[in-house]
């Protein structure tokens, strides 16, 4: 017996003996296996690299070129650049790094690119081809030293055997990286890592060998004059 409520293409279908549902899963049935046959030698070809959950993914542990390059790398500090144009802001980091290799050895470079990896590998790159060779006397500096870059002053001082490094963080850094165990220093005015990083430079390559008179290096300078 028909039903009265069917509409006239339903009481079609039901009456050839196809209802519309099971029509339009079997189709779909249809292109979910051919679409597995086609796609299946497609993931086969595929390498390890390809594979779901391995992209963009970088190995866990030390850089390479750390480990194959020797030295003592830090990151000082990493900023974000912007830079208004008139086509709109370009963004970009900027990242400051000491490196040394541990025996007197020692520099720093800035590195900028739109990706903080790409800008850390320019500045290494960049301070291994301006390495400056720091004076030592075993574990410690020769003299005393006070280095100089726009407002902030940096004072180094030679400390006895078990000492330890006494500094903030960008001048342990350039200590560590220039086999410097023993030292105090003092931070004036300015705290600018930038600028205590230079200053810090700038001391250590006025510093003079053992061999070297050391009032040929710095004269005596007062703790007024450092704070002014």
Known sequence: MEDKNLKPQETNNAAAGN??????????????AYSSDIDAPKRDQRGPADN?????????????EAESS???????????VTKVTKGGKKMSFSALVVLGDGNG??????GKATEVSVGIKKALNAGKKHLVLVP???????HEVIGKWCATRVLLKPAAEGTGVIACGPVRAICDGAG????????????NPMNVVKATMEGLSRLKSVAQP???AVAPVSVKEITK
């Open 52 to 64: 779901k959950g391995g992209r963009g993914k970088r190995p866990r542990g030390p850089k390479p």
């Open 180 to 191: 410097i165990k023993n030292i105090l220093t003092k931070v004036h005015r300015s705290s």
């Open 136 to 142: 030592r006397r075993g574990t410690t500096i020769p």
């Open 70 to 80: 020797g030295f003592i790398e830090s990151v000082i500090r990493i900023s974000r």
């Open 105 to 110: 050895r020692v520099g720093y470079a800035l």
């Open 19 to 32: 209802p519309k549902p099971m029509e339009s899963v079997d189709k779909a049935e249809k292109k979910l």
């Open 214 to 216: 050391v009032a040929d």
